[in-house]
Protein backbone atom coordinates (compact mmCIF):
# COMPACT_ATOMS: atom_id res chain seq x y z
CA UNK A 1 0.00 0.00 0.00
CA UNK A 2 1.81 3.01 -1.21
CA UNK A 3 2.49 5.25 1.58
CA UNK A 4 0.22 3.69 3.98
CA UNK A 5 0.46 0.98 6.58
CA UNK A 6 -0.01 -2.09 4.35
CA UNK A 7 2.21 -3.17 2.32
CA UNK A 8 0.68 -6.37 0.41
CA UNK A 9 -1.03 -6.42 -2.88
CA UNK A 10 -3.08 -9.35 -4.65
CA UNK A 11 -1.98 -12.40 -5.49
CA UNK A 12 -1.38 -14.19 -8.95
CA UNK A 13 -2.78 -17.42 -10.19
CA UNK A 14 -0.87 -19.99 -8.71
CA UNK A 15 -0.61 -18.34 -5.68
CA UNK A 16 -4.83 -17.72 -5.16
CA UNK A 17 -5.38 -21.36 -6.04
CA UNK A 18 -3.27 -22.92 -2.73
CA UNK A 19 -6.36 -22.57 -0.20
CA UNK A 20 -7.38 -25.50 1.52
CA UNK A 21 -10.91 -25.49 0.14
CA UNK A 22 -9.57 -25.97 -3.15
CA UNK A 23 -8.37 -29.59 -2.99
CA UNK A 24 -9.93 -32.65 -3.59
CA UNK A 25 -11.71 -34.15 -6.55
CA UNK A 26 -14.42 -32.35 -8.51
CA UNK A 27 -18.43 -33.56 -8.53
CA UNK A 28 -21.18 -32.40 -10.60
CA UNK A 29 -23.08 -29.29 -10.07
CA UNK A 30 -26.46 -27.94 -10.34
CA UNK A 31 -25.83 -27.31 -14.16
CA UNK A 32 -22.77 -30.25 -14.84
CA UNK A 33 -20.40 -27.62 -14.28
CA UNK A 34 -17.83 -29.12 -11.80
CA UNK A 35 -17.39 -28.07 -7.95
CA UNK A 36 -14.62 -29.10 -5.86
CA UNK A 37 -14.96 -30.47 -2.66
CA UNK A 38 -14.49 -29.05 0.32
CA UNK A 39 -16.11 -27.76 3.53
CA UNK A 40 -20.14 -29.15 3.58
CA UNK A 41 -22.50 -25.71 2.44
CA UNK A 42 -24.75 -24.93 -0.63
CA UNK A 43 -23.28 -24.97 -3.91
CA UNK A 44 -23.10 -21.58 -5.39
CA UNK A 45 -21.82 -19.66 -7.98
CA UNK A 46 -19.34 -16.64 -7.90
CA UNK A 47 -21.51 -14.58 -8.68
CA UNK A 48 -23.89 -15.51 -6.32
CA UNK A 49 -21.16 -16.06 -3.56
CA UNK A 50 -20.28 -12.15 -4.74
CA UNK A 51 -24.10 -10.93 -3.60
CA UNK A 52 -24.01 -12.95 -1.01
CA UNK A 53 -21.80 -11.40 0.55
CA UNK A 54 -22.66 -7.66 -0.19
CA UNK A 55 -25.22 -8.62 1.67
CA UNK A 56 -23.12 -9.80 4.45
CA UNK A 57 -21.34 -6.70 4.45
CA UNK A 58 -24.43 -4.46 4.88
CA UNK A 59 -24.57 -2.78 1.46
CA UNK A 60 -27.83 -1.80 -0.11
CA UNK A 61 -26.47 0.13 -3.19
CA UNK A 62 -23.79 -0.50 -6.21
CA UNK A 63 -23.45 2.14 -8.63
CA UNK A 64 -22.29 0.54 -11.99
CA UNK A 65 -22.00 -0.06 -15.67
CA UNK A 66 -22.77 -3.70 -17.29
CA UNK A 67 -20.73 -5.25 -19.82
CA UNK A 68 -19.41 -8.63 -21.41
CA UNK A 69 -17.23 -9.73 -18.22
CA UNK A 70 -19.80 -9.03 -15.61
CA UNK A 71 -22.89 -10.20 -17.05
CA UNK A 72 -23.32 -13.58 -14.67
CA UNK A 73 -22.90 -10.84 -11.91
CA UNK A 74 -25.67 -8.92 -13.55
CA UNK A 75 -27.94 -11.80 -13.52
CA UNK A 76 -27.52 -12.51 -10.54
CA UNK A 77 -27.58 -8.65 -9.37
CA UNK A 78 -30.82 -8.60 -10.93
CA UNK A 79 -32.40 -11.18 -8.39
CA UNK A 80 -30.04 -10.03 -5.80
CA UNK A 81 -32.89 -7.13 -4.30
CA UNK A 82 -30.11 -5.19 -4.23
CA UNK A 83 -30.25 -1.59 -5.76
CA UNK A 84 -28.24 -0.93 -8.43
CA UNK A 85 -27.49 3.26 -9.78
CA UNK A 86 -26.80 2.72 -13.52
CA UNK A 87 -24.12 5.74 -14.06
CA UNK A 88 -23.93 7.06 -17.97
CA UNK A 89 -19.79 6.54 -17.36
CA UNK A 90 -17.63 4.33 -15.08
CA UNK A 91 -15.98 7.32 -13.89
CA UNK A 92 -19.43 9.06 -12.75
CA UNK A 93 -19.92 5.64 -11.09
CA UNK A 94 -17.14 5.60 -8.65
CA UNK A 95 -17.76 9.39 -8.11
CA UNK A 96 -21.26 8.55 -6.91
CA UNK A 97 -20.20 5.86 -4.98
CA UNK A 98 -17.57 7.87 -3.43
CA UNK A 99 -20.19 10.62 -2.54
CA UNK A 100 -22.43 7.70 -1.21
CA UNK A 101 -19.54 6.62 1.41
CA UNK A 102 -19.10 10.26 2.55
CA UNK A 103 -22.85 10.76 3.41
CA UNK A 104 -23.73 7.55 4.36
CA UNK A 105 -20.03 7.33 6.13
CA UNK A 106 -20.04 3.46 5.10
CA UNK A 107 -18.03 1.78 2.38
CA UNK A 108 -19.28 2.67 -1.31
CA UNK A 109 -19.20 -0.30 -3.93
CA UNK A 110 -18.95 0.08 -7.81
CA UNK A 111 -19.37 -2.51 -9.97
CA UNK A 112 -17.80 -2.24 -13.67
CA UNK A 113 -17.09 -4.25 -16.52
CA UNK A 114 -13.39 -5.03 -17.98
CA UNK A 115 -11.19 -2.92 -20.23
CA UNK A 116 -11.90 0.10 -20.56
CA UNK A 117 -14.72 -0.19 -18.08
CA UNK A 118 -12.05 -0.63 -15.46
CA UNK A 119 -9.99 1.64 -16.58
CA UNK A 120 -12.46 4.36 -16.75
CA UNK A 121 -12.99 4.12 -13.03
CA UNK A 122 -9.03 4.90 -12.27
CA UNK A 123 -9.34 8.76 -12.02
CA UNK A 124 -12.27 7.99 -9.26
CA UNK A 125 -10.30 5.59 -7.48
CA UNK A 126 -7.21 7.67 -6.93
CA UNK A 127 -9.84 10.78 -5.99
CA UNK A 128 -11.10 8.74 -3.33
CA UNK A 129 -7.47 7.14 -2.71
CA UNK A 130 -6.47 10.47 -1.82
CA UNK A 131 -9.06 11.67 0.06
CA UNK A 132 -8.80 8.18 2.54
CA UNK A 133 -12.40 7.63 0.94
CA UNK A 134 -13.54 3.47 1.67
CA UNK A 135 -14.98 2.03 -1.48
CA UNK A 136 -15.02 -1.23 -2.91
CA UNK A 137 -14.73 -1.29 -7.05
CA UNK A 138 -15.64 -4.34 -8.69
CA UNK A 139 -13.83 -4.89 -12.08
CA UNK A 140 -14.63 -7.99 -14.42
CA UNK A 141 -11.88 -9.21 -16.04
CA UNK A 142 -11.84 -12.37 -19.07
CA UNK A 143 -11.29 -15.98 -18.50
CA UNK A 144 -8.42 -16.57 -16.10
CA UNK A 145 -7.14 -18.83 -19.26
CA UNK A 146 -7.00 -16.04 -21.13
CA UNK A 147 -5.35 -13.27 -18.65
CA UNK A 148 -2.19 -11.76 -20.59
CA UNK A 149 -2.64 -12.95 -24.05
CA UNK A 150 -4.37 -9.66 -24.98
CA UNK A 151 -7.71 -10.83 -25.44
CA UNK A 152 -10.39 -8.38 -26.28
CA UNK A 153 -11.22 -6.05 -23.63
CA UNK A 154 -8.25 -7.23 -21.46
CA UNK A 155 -6.14 -5.04 -18.98
CA UNK A 156 -4.07 -5.39 -16.07
CA UNK A 157 -6.27 -3.44 -13.73
CA UNK A 158 -4.38 -4.83 -10.46
CA UNK A 159 -1.39 -3.46 -11.68
CA UNK A 160 -2.38 0.14 -13.20
CA UNK A 161 -4.45 0.67 -9.70
CA UNK A 162 -1.41 -0.58 -7.64
CA UNK A 163 -0.33 2.63 -6.79
CA UNK A 164 -3.88 4.06 -6.35
CA UNK A 165 -5.23 1.32 -4.24
CA UNK A 166 -4.92 0.89 -0.16
CA UNK A 167 -4.90 -2.96 -1.89
CA UNK A 168 -6.07 -4.50 -4.73
CA UNK A 169 -6.74 -8.44 -5.58
CA UNK A 170 -7.00 -10.36 -8.72
CA UNK A 171 -9.33 -13.56 -7.89
CA UNK A 172 -8.07 -17.04 -9.45
CA UNK A 173 -10.17 -19.72 -7.35
CA UNK A 174 -13.84 -19.39 -6.74
CA UNK A 175 -13.62 -21.13 -3.36
CA UNK A 176 -10.96 -18.06 -2.69
CA UNK A 177 -14.00 -15.02 -3.19
CA UNK A 178 -15.96 -15.23 -0.23
CA UNK A 179 -12.67 -14.64 1.72
CA UNK A 180 -11.40 -11.96 -0.33
CA UNK A 181 -14.47 -9.96 -0.41
CA UNK A 182 -14.58 -10.04 3.39
CA UNK A 183 -10.74 -8.82 3.56
CA UNK A 184 -12.22 -6.07 0.87
CA UNK A 185 -14.38 -4.66 3.11
CA UNK A 186 -12.19 -4.91 5.94
CA UNK A 187 -9.41 -3.46 4.49
CA UNK A 188 -11.03 -0.38 2.65
CA UNK A 189 -13.05 0.78 5.85
CA UNK A 190 -10.05 -0.13 8.71
CA UNK A 191 -7.55 2.23 9.33
CA UNK A 192 -6.82 4.90 7.46
CA UNK A 193 -9.76 4.02 4.97
CA UNK A 194 -9.19 4.14 0.56
CA UNK A 195 -9.99 2.18 -1.80
CA UNK A 196 -9.85 -1.71 -2.40
CA UNK A 197 -10.17 -3.31 -5.87
CA UNK A 198 -11.09 -6.72 -6.81
CA UNK A 199 -10.79 -8.06 -10.18
CA UNK A 200 -13.29 -10.61 -11.11
CA UNK A 201 -12.35 -13.05 -13.85
CA UNK A 202 -15.69 -14.68 -16.01
CA UNK A 203 -14.80 -17.83 -15.74
CA UNK A 204 -14.31 -17.65 -11.94
CA UNK A 205 -18.06 -15.83 -11.64
CA UNK A 206 -19.38 -18.99 -13.54
CA UNK A 207 -17.81 -21.67 -11.23
CA UNK A 208 -18.82 -23.35 -8.40
CA UNK A 209 -18.24 -24.47 -4.96
CA UNK A 210 -19.23 -25.46 -2.13
CA UNK A 211 -19.89 -22.12 -0.05
CA UNK A 212 -18.93 -21.45 3.35
CA UNK A 213 -18.97 -18.07 5.49
CA UNK A 214 -15.57 -17.06 5.66
CA UNK A 215 -14.10 -16.13 9.24
CA UNK A 216 -13.88 -12.36 10.22
CA UNK A 217 -10.46 -11.10 9.07
CA UNK A 218 -7.37 -11.99 10.34
CA UNK A 219 -4.30 -10.50 8.07
CA UNK A 220 -1.50 -10.79 9.90
CA UNK A 221 0.85 -8.13 8.26
CA UNK A 222 -2.39 -5.53 8.87
CA UNK A 223 -3.34 -4.05 12.22
CA UNK A 224 -3.82 -0.34 12.80
CA UNK A 225 -3.26 1.33 15.87
CA UNK A 226 -6.32 2.47 17.22
CA UNK A 227 -5.30 3.84 20.65
CA UNK A 228 -2.62 5.86 21.31
CA UNK A 229 0.09 5.52 23.47
CA UNK A 230 -0.93 7.54 26.62
CA UNK A 231 2.49 9.04 27.49
CA UNK A 232 1.94 10.92 24.22
CA UNK A 233 -1.13 12.17 24.98
CA UNK A 234 -0.17 13.28 28.68
CA UNK A 235 2.71 15.72 26.77
CA UNK A 236 -0.52 16.48 24.53
CA UNK A 237 -2.66 17.61 27.55
CA UNK A 238 0.53 19.24 29.42
CA UNK A 239 1.43 21.61 25.95
CA UNK A 240 -2.48 22.53 25.69
CA UNK A 241 -2.32 23.55 29.44
CA UNK A 242 1.15 25.69 28.87
CA UNK A 243 0.52 27.15 25.42
CA UNK A 244 -0.96 30.93 25.64
CA UNK A 245 -1.56 30.97 22.05
CA UNK A 246 -2.89 27.33 20.66
CA UNK A 247 -4.50 26.39 17.64
CA UNK A 248 -6.49 23.13 16.49
CA UNK A 249 -6.18 21.82 13.03
CA UNK A 250 -8.92 19.96 11.67
CA UNK A 251 -8.63 17.37 8.77
CA UNK A 252 -10.51 14.73 7.14
CA UNK A 253 -9.69 12.28 9.15
CA UNK A 254 -11.48 13.71 11.94
CA UNK A 255 -14.55 13.30 9.59
CA UNK A 256 -14.05 9.77 9.03
CA UNK A 257 -13.04 8.77 12.18
CA UNK A 258 -16.49 10.60 14.18
CA UNK A 259 -14.15 12.82 16.07
CA UNK A 260 -16.32 16.11 15.31
CA UNK A 261 -18.08 15.95 19.08
CA UNK A 262 -15.03 15.34 20.72
CA UNK A 263 -12.62 18.14 18.43
CA UNK A 264 -15.95 20.76 19.90
CA UNK A 265 -15.53 19.69 23.48
CA UNK A 266 -11.73 19.70 23.34
CA UNK A 267 -12.39 23.41 21.66
CA UNK A 268 -14.88 25.06 23.58
CA UNK A 269 -13.39 24.15 27.26
CA UNK A 270 -9.89 25.34 26.53
CA UNK A 271 -10.92 28.20 24.32
CA UNK A 272 -8.99 27.24 21.35
CA UNK A 273 -9.19 28.64 18.04
CA UNK A 274 -10.29 25.88 15.06
CA UNK A 275 -8.52 26.24 11.55
CA UNK A 276 -9.95 23.58 9.31
CA UNK A 277 -8.11 21.22 5.93
CA UNK A 278 -10.77 21.58 2.90
CA UNK A 279 -11.72 17.86 3.80
CA UNK A 280 -11.81 18.67 7.41
CA UNK A 281 -14.92 21.65 6.71
CA UNK A 282 -17.79 20.85 9.20
CA UNK A 283 -15.67 19.43 12.04
CA UNK A 284 -16.29 22.25 13.69
CA UNK A 285 -19.37 24.44 13.00
CA UNK A 286 -18.06 27.01 10.55
CA UNK A 287 -20.22 29.36 12.34
CA UNK A 288 -19.15 29.73 15.51
CA UNK A 289 -17.12 32.20 17.00
CA UNK A 290 -14.03 30.06 17.58
CA UNK A 291 -14.17 29.03 14.02
CA UNK A 292 -11.47 30.41 11.67
CA UNK A 293 -12.63 28.82 8.56
CA UNK A 294 -10.34 27.35 5.91
CA UNK A 295 -6.68 26.96 6.43
CA UNK A 296 -4.26 27.76 3.39
CA UNK A 297 -3.63 29.11 -0.38
CA UNK A 298 -7.61 30.10 -0.25
CA UNK A 299 -7.92 30.32 3.17
CA UNK A 300 -8.85 33.26 5.72
CA UNK A 301 -6.55 35.52 6.87
CA UNK A 302 -6.96 34.96 9.85
CA UNK A 303 -6.04 31.16 10.09
CA UNK A 304 -3.29 31.89 8.15
CA UNK A 305 -2.46 34.93 10.06
CA UNK A 306 -3.62 32.50 13.28
CA UNK A 307 -0.85 29.63 11.89
CA UNK A 308 2.39 31.99 11.78
CA UNK A 309 1.70 32.99 15.09
CA UNK A 310 0.14 30.50 17.89
CA UNK A 311 2.86 28.59 19.87
CA UNK A 312 1.27 25.51 19.57
CA UNK A 313 -0.52 23.65 16.32
CA UNK A 314 -2.08 20.22 16.96
CA UNK A 315 -3.32 18.60 14.09
CA UNK A 316 -5.81 16.45 13.91
CA UNK A 317 -6.30 13.74 11.20
CA UNK A 318 -4.36 16.38 8.75
CA UNK A 319 -1.57 15.60 5.56
CA UNK A 320 -0.41 18.97 6.33
CA UNK A 321 -0.11 18.84 2.24
CA UNK A 322 0.93 21.55 0.41
CA UNK A 323 -1.68 23.53 -0.35
CA UNK A 324 -2.20 23.95 3.27
CA UNK A 325 1.58 24.62 4.41
CA UNK A 326 3.14 27.29 1.60
CA UNK A 327 6.21 27.32 2.18
CA UNK A 328 6.97 24.53 4.42
CA UNK A 329 10.12 25.97 6.39
CA UNK A 330 8.35 29.06 7.36
CA UNK A 331 4.58 27.30 8.05
CA UNK A 332 3.92 27.40 11.93
CA UNK A 333 7.08 28.38 12.25
CA UNK A 334 6.75 30.01 16.16
CA UNK A 335 4.62 26.73 17.27
CA UNK A 336 5.11 23.75 18.58
CA UNK A 337 3.56 20.66 16.19
CA UNK A 338 1.46 17.88 17.76
CA UNK A 339 -0.07 15.72 14.67
CA UNK A 340 -2.40 13.09 15.23
CA UNK A 341 -3.23 10.36 13.00
CA UNK A 342 -3.74 6.71 12.66
CA UNK A 343 -1.19 7.06 9.32
CA UNK A 344 2.23 6.75 10.98
CA UNK A 345 3.21 7.69 7.53
CA UNK A 346 1.54 10.61 7.46
CA UNK A 347 3.11 12.11 10.52
CA UNK A 348 6.87 13.77 10.03
CA UNK A 349 6.18 13.49 6.02
CA UNK A 350 5.51 16.96 5.39
CA UNK A 351 6.39 19.04 8.45
CA UNK A 352 8.86 18.51 11.86
CA UNK A 353 6.61 17.49 14.69
CA UNK A 354 7.14 17.71 18.25
CA UNK A 355 5.31 15.43 19.39
CA UNK A 356 3.16 12.30 17.38
CA UNK A 357 0.61 10.75 18.59
CA UNK A 358 -0.08 7.22 16.28
CA UNK A 359 -3.83 6.21 16.98
CA UNK A 360 -7.69 6.85 15.99
CA UNK A 361 -8.96 10.73 16.19
CA UNK A 362 -11.74 9.81 17.99
CA UNK A 363 -10.34 7.69 20.71
CA UNK A 364 -7.46 9.71 20.80
CA UNK A 365 -9.27 13.13 21.35
CA UNK A 366 -11.20 11.18 23.96
CA UNK A 367 -8.48 10.05 25.74
CA UNK A 368 -7.51 14.04 25.92
CA UNK A 369 -10.31 15.35 26.97
CA UNK A 370 -10.26 12.02 30.01
CA UNK A 371 -7.29 13.57 30.91
CA UNK A 372 -8.26 16.98 30.88
CA UNK A 373 -11.60 16.07 33.16
CA UNK A 374 -8.54 15.80 36.02
CA UNK A 375 -7.20 19.04 35.84
CA UNK A 376 -8.49 22.49 37.03
CA UNK A 377 -9.93 24.48 34.06
CA UNK A 378 -11.36 27.46 35.59
CA UNK A 379 -8.55 30.34 34.13
CA UNK A 380 -8.10 28.98 30.87
CA UNK A 381 -10.68 31.38 29.90
CA UNK A 382 -8.93 34.43 30.97
CA UNK A 383 -5.84 33.08 29.20
CA UNK A 384 -6.85 32.75 26.16
CA UNK A 385 -8.58 36.67 25.93
CA UNK A 386 -5.12 38.36 24.50
CA UNK A 387 -4.61 35.71 21.69
CA UNK A 388 -8.31 35.66 20.60
CA UNK A 389 -8.69 39.87 20.88
CA UNK A 390 -5.29 39.38 18.29
CA UNK A 391 -7.48 37.06 15.83
CA UNK A 392 -10.55 39.23 16.40
CA UNK A 393 -8.39 41.74 14.82
CA UNK A 394 -7.22 39.67 11.68
CA UNK A 395 -10.68 38.64 11.36
CA UNK A 396 -12.20 42.50 11.03
CA UNK A 397 -9.79 43.82 8.75
CA UNK A 398 -9.29 41.19 6.49
CA UNK A 399 -12.97 39.13 6.35
CA UNK A 400 -13.71 37.24 2.85
CA UNK A 401 -15.64 40.86 1.09
CA UNK A 402 -16.03 41.44 -2.26
CA UNK A 403 -18.27 44.20 -3.60
CA UNK A 404 -21.27 43.64 -5.81
CA UNK A 405 -21.56 45.10 -9.29
CA UNK A 406 -24.13 44.92 -12.03
CA UNK A 407 -22.57 41.84 -12.98
CA UNK A 408 -24.02 38.95 -10.21
CA UNK A 409 -20.55 38.01 -8.07
CA UNK A 410 -20.57 33.78 -8.04
CA UNK A 411 -19.69 34.71 -4.16
CA UNK A 412 -22.79 36.75 -3.72
CA UNK A 413 -24.43 32.95 -5.34
CA UNK A 414 -23.10 31.05 -2.63
CA UNK A 415 -24.19 33.46 -0.06
CA UNK A 416 -27.36 33.52 -1.19
CA UNK A 417 -27.73 29.75 -1.42
CA UNK A 418 -26.76 29.23 1.87
CA UNK A 419 -28.74 32.05 3.08
CA UNK A 420 -31.98 30.00 1.49
CA UNK A 421 -30.87 27.11 2.77
CA UNK A 422 -30.32 27.99 6.10
CA UNK A 423 -27.02 26.15 5.97
CA UNK A 424 -28.21 22.96 6.29
CA UNK A 425 -27.84 21.23 2.96
CA UNK A 426 -25.32 18.48 2.06
CA UNK A 427 -23.29 20.37 -0.94
CA UNK A 428 -20.93 18.72 -3.77
CA UNK A 429 -18.76 20.87 -5.38
CA UNK A 430 -16.29 20.26 -9.04
CA UNK A 431 -13.24 22.17 -8.51
CA UNK A 432 -11.69 25.33 -9.43
CA UNK A 433 -12.91 28.49 -8.81
CA UNK A 434 -16.54 27.24 -7.85
CA UNK A 435 -15.02 24.80 -5.20
CA UNK A 436 -12.81 27.45 -3.23
CA UNK A 437 -16.08 29.88 -3.15
CA UNK A 438 -18.21 27.29 -2.10
CA UNK A 439 -15.64 26.59 0.66
CA UNK A 440 -15.30 30.53 1.77
CA UNK A 441 -19.46 31.38 1.92
CA UNK A 442 -21.07 28.27 2.42
CA UNK A 443 -20.18 27.72 6.27
CA UNK A 444 -20.57 24.24 7.00
CA UNK A 445 -21.71 23.30 10.65
CA UNK A 446 -21.64 19.23 10.27
CA UNK A 447 -18.99 16.62 8.75
CA UNK A 448 -19.85 14.91 5.82
CA UNK A 449 -21.89 18.22 4.75
CA UNK A 450 -19.09 19.43 2.51
CA UNK A 451 -18.19 16.89 -0.27
CA UNK A 452 -15.39 17.29 -2.56
CA UNK A 453 -12.47 16.04 -4.21
CA UNK A 454 -9.72 17.60 -2.24
CA UNK A 455 -6.62 15.81 -2.82
CA UNK A 456 -6.85 14.89 -6.48
CA UNK A 457 -8.84 17.96 -7.52
CA UNK A 458 -11.15 16.30 -10.01
CA UNK A 459 -13.06 18.44 -12.21
CA UNK A 460 -16.53 16.66 -12.88
CA UNK A 461 -16.73 14.75 -9.58
CA UNK A 462 -19.36 16.96 -8.26
CA UNK A 463 -22.47 16.02 -10.05
CA UNK A 464 -22.14 12.40 -9.77
CA UNK A 465 -21.13 12.46 -5.64
CA UNK A 466 -24.63 14.73 -5.49
CA UNK A 467 -26.15 11.73 -6.96
CA UNK A 468 -24.32 8.91 -4.41
CA UNK A 469 -24.69 11.57 -1.56
CA UNK A 470 -28.80 11.85 -2.60
CA UNK A 471 -29.03 8.06 -2.66
CA UNK A 472 -27.59 7.93 0.77
CA UNK A 473 -29.56 10.71 1.87
CA UNK A 474 -33.15 11.14 0.54
CA UNK A 475 -34.68 13.32 2.47
CA UNK A 476 -31.48 15.75 2.46
CA UNK A 477 -31.13 18.82 -0.03
CA UNK A 478 -28.26 18.28 -1.84
CA UNK A 479 -26.88 20.67 -3.81
CA UNK A 480 -23.66 20.83 -6.74
CA UNK A 481 -21.96 23.91 -6.87
CA UNK A 482 -19.91 23.86 -9.99
CA UNK A 483 -18.23 25.74 -12.65
CA UNK A 484 -19.43 26.13 -16.77
CA UNK A 485 -15.70 23.84 -17.51
CA UNK A 486 -16.36 21.12 -14.52
CA UNK A 487 -19.73 20.60 -15.05
CA UNK A 488 -19.46 19.38 -18.48
CA UNK A 489 -17.01 16.49 -17.60
CA UNK A 490 -19.57 14.70 -16.41
CA UNK A 491 -22.83 16.49 -17.61
CA UNK A 492 -24.55 13.09 -18.55
CA UNK A 493 -24.82 11.44 -15.43
CA UNK A 494 -28.08 14.14 -14.98
CA UNK A 495 -29.64 11.19 -16.67
CA UNK A 496 -28.52 9.05 -13.85
CA UNK A 497 -30.46 11.25 -11.88
CA UNK A 498 -33.41 11.66 -13.94
CA UNK A 499 -33.81 7.92 -14.60
CA UNK A 500 -33.58 7.40 -10.51
CA UNK A 501 -35.44 10.23 -9.47
CA UNK A 502 -33.29 12.22 -7.26
CA UNK A 503 -33.63 15.95 -6.59
CA UNK A 504 -30.22 17.26 -7.16
CA UNK A 505 -29.47 20.30 -7.48
CA UNK A 506 -26.97 22.21 -9.83
CA UNK A 507 -25.91 25.81 -8.99
CA UNK A 508 -23.20 26.68 -12.29
CA UNK A 509 -20.96 29.86 -11.75
CA UNK A 510 -20.85 30.46 -15.55
CA UNK A 511 -17.95 32.65 -15.91
CA UNK A 512 -17.72 31.61 -19.54
CA UNK A 513 -13.77 30.26 -18.75
CA UNK A 514 -11.94 27.42 -17.28
CA UNK A 515 -11.95 29.95 -14.12
CA UNK A 516 -9.13 29.23 -11.56
CA UNK A 517 -6.25 28.90 -14.70
CA UNK A 518 -7.26 31.87 -16.43
CA UNK A 519 -6.97 33.39 -12.90
CA UNK A 520 -3.43 32.35 -12.66
CA UNK A 521 -3.35 33.62 -15.98
CA UNK A 522 -4.27 36.66 -15.32
CA UNK A 523 -2.18 37.36 -11.89
CA UNK A 524 1.28 35.91 -13.23
CA UNK A 525 1.22 35.34 -16.94
CA UNK A 526 0.47 38.65 -18.06
CA UNK A 527 -3.27 37.88 -18.49
CA UNK A 528 -2.37 35.39 -21.72
CA UNK A 529 -5.15 33.84 -21.53
CA UNK A 530 -4.33 30.39 -23.38
CA UNK A 531 -6.94 28.05 -24.35
CA UNK A 532 -9.31 28.72 -21.13
CA UNK A 533 -11.74 30.67 -23.09
CA UNK A 534 -15.03 28.76 -23.21
CA UNK A 535 -16.29 30.16 -26.06
CA UNK A 536 -18.56 27.31 -27.34
CA UNK A 537 -20.75 26.17 -24.68
CA UNK A 538 -24.48 24.65 -24.26
CA UNK A 539 -27.12 26.29 -23.36
CA UNK A 540 -27.88 24.70 -20.16
CA UNK A 541 -31.32 25.73 -19.69
CA UNK A 542 -32.43 23.23 -22.80
CA UNK A 543 -30.05 20.66 -22.00
CA UNK A 544 -31.29 20.26 -18.77
CA UNK A 545 -34.89 19.63 -20.71
CA UNK A 546 -32.95 17.57 -22.98
CA UNK A 547 -32.08 15.20 -20.28
CA UNK A 548 -35.86 15.50 -18.91
CA UNK A 549 -34.81 17.65 -15.80
CA UNK A 550 -35.69 21.48 -14.78
CA UNK A 551 -33.30 24.48 -15.99
CA UNK A 552 -33.35 27.96 -14.66
CA UNK A 553 -30.88 30.89 -15.58
CA UNK A 554 -30.60 34.00 -13.89
CA UNK A 555 -28.17 37.25 -15.41
CA UNK A 556 -29.17 39.53 -13.06
CA UNK A 557 -28.44 40.08 -9.25
CA UNK A 558 -32.31 40.77 -8.58
CA UNK A 559 -33.08 37.26 -10.66
CA UNK A 560 -30.40 35.39 -7.94
CA UNK A 561 -32.70 34.51 -5.48
CA UNK A 562 -35.93 33.97 -7.26
CA UNK A 563 -33.59 31.34 -8.90
CA UNK A 564 -32.65 29.60 -5.98
CA UNK A 565 -35.84 29.58 -4.61
CA UNK A 566 -37.58 28.06 -7.74
CA UNK A 567 -34.47 25.87 -8.05
CA UNK A 568 -34.85 24.60 -4.66
CA UNK A 569 -38.36 23.79 -4.71
CA UNK A 570 -39.14 22.41 -7.63
CA UNK A 571 -39.22 18.65 -7.63
CA UNK A 572 -37.00 16.54 -9.76
CA UNK A 573 -33.26 17.61 -10.77
CA UNK A 574 -32.31 20.97 -11.16
CA UNK A 575 -30.26 22.72 -13.57
CA UNK A 576 -29.62 26.67 -12.42
CA UNK A 577 -27.22 28.68 -14.49
CA UNK A 578 -25.84 31.77 -12.84
CA UNK A 579 -24.09 34.03 -15.43
CA UNK A 580 -21.08 35.51 -12.97
CA UNK A 581 -18.79 38.10 -13.34
CA UNK A 582 -16.32 36.78 -16.23
CA UNK A 583 -12.88 37.24 -14.22
CA UNK A 584 -13.86 37.28 -11.02
CA UNK A 585 -11.07 35.68 -8.66
CA UNK A 586 -11.08 33.71 -5.45
CA UNK A 587 -9.18 35.47 -2.53
CA UNK A 588 -7.18 35.29 -0.51
CA UNK A 589 -4.18 34.14 -2.63
CA UNK A 590 -1.28 32.61 -1.51
CA UNK A 591 1.32 32.38 -4.70
CA UNK A 592 3.04 29.45 -5.41
CA UNK A 593 6.01 28.95 -3.24
CA UNK A 594 5.04 31.90 -1.11
CA UNK A 595 4.88 31.42 2.88
CA UNK A 596 0.89 31.47 3.79
CA UNK A 597 1.15 34.77 5.47
CA UNK A 598 1.97 36.33 1.83
CA UNK A 599 -1.90 36.67 0.22
CA UNK A 600 -2.77 38.39 -2.12
CA UNK A 601 -6.26 40.08 -0.27
CA UNK A 602 -7.50 42.14 -3.71
Known amino acids: MPNRVLNFKGKGPKENSKGAASQGAPEAGQDGQAVKKGTAGPVMTGAQILMRMLKEEGVDTVFGYPGGAVLDIYDELFRS ?149 MRQVAKVVQLLLASERPLLFSGGGVVLSGASEELRKLARRLHIPVTMSLMGLGTYPGTDPLSLGMLGMHGTCRANMSTAHCDLLVGVGVRFDDRVTGRTETFASQAK ?65 YEQAETIKPQYVVQRLHALTNGEAIITTEVGQNQMWAAQYYHIDKPNQFITSGGLGVMGFGLPAAIGAQVARPGKLVVDVAGDGSIQMNIQELATAVQEGLPVKVCILNNGYLGMVRQWQQLFYDKRYSQTRMEVAPDFVKLAEAYGATGFRATRVEEVDRVLKKGLETPGPVIMDFVVDREECVYPMVPAGKSITEMLLV
Open 81 to 229: GLRHVLARHEQGAVHAADGYARAAHKTGVCLVTSGPGATNTVTGVASAYADSIPLVVFTGQVPTRLIGNDAFQEVDIVGITRPCTKHNYLVSDVEDLGRIIREAFHIARSGRPGPVLVDLPKDVMAAQCRFKMPPDPKLRTYNPTYEPN
Open 337 to 401: IVHIDIDPTSIRKNVPVHTPVVGDCRITLERVNELLDKEDLSGVGEKRQGWLSEIEEWRRGNALA
